[in-house]
């Protein structure tokens, strides 16, 4: 990336594909149905793995200097099935990670490594449980979990640095793609 990133809001996440983003809008369409609630959108589902939050120029720059380091993590690609159904109260319905907890979590290990030289406060965030948000703001409690099981794999490959516009629906924008590659 050759271009300065602006001061922003940003996030590194998993992106998944197409096809995988559209298995689970629809199974979390079928689990959701008739729930008064903000959909997320199909072209923002994601997967969180660090909130790095409103950065200011100086901050971008660090964020742009460690970039290369993101480029060679030393994780190999990874597959995350989601598999099970959650809430975090009424303000996000998400699907969750059993399978791809491991990988998830040594992706972030090796990421706040990477990030420790930013200057960045990492340390304030909450526990991380690897989910993807499909709906926020229910106007009543969500639904009971279906007694259906889930199961949606998804290969993960690569990283995503992401800008976030916040309003009624936030805009994504991804400003940077890392492929994974385990140590050679």
């Known amino acids: ?7 922003g809001r940003y996030f590194l ?6 096809g995988c983003r559209q298995s ?10 008739g729930v008064q609630c903000r959909r997320i959108r199909i072209r923002s589902l994601h997967l969180t793995l660090r909130f790095l939050g409103n950065l200011d120029a100086m901050h971008t720059q ?18 995350c099935a989601l598999e099970r159904y959650g809430h975090f109260g009424r303000r ?9 907890t491991r990988g998830c979590l040594q992706l972030r290990d090796a990421l706040d490594h990477i990030l420790a030289s930013t200057g960045l406060d990492l340390s304030c965030q909450q526990t991380f449980v690897p989910h993807v948000s499909v709906a926020r703001d229910a106007h009543a409690d969500w639904p ?3 007694g259906e099981s889930v199961h949606i794999p998804w290969f993960v490959n690569e990283l995503a640095l992401v800008l ?19 140590r050679t």
């Open 92 to 100: 996000v319905a998400w699907l969750g990670s059993n399978a791809g």
């Open 13 to 18: 996440a998993l992106w998944p594909d197409q």
């Open 24 to 33: 689970i809008a629809a199974v979390a369409g079928r689990w959701l149905k």
């Open 144 to 146: 009971q979990v279906p």
């Open 164 to 182: 976030s516009r916040q309003g009624r629906d936030s805009e994504y924008r991804v400003v940077a793609r890392f492929p994974l590659r385990g």
């Open 62 to 79: 660090r964020l742009q200097a460690c970039m290369p380091g993101l480029m060679d993590l030393g994780v190999s690609p990874f597959t």
């Open 1 to 7: 990336m050759n271009e300065d990133l602006p001061a």
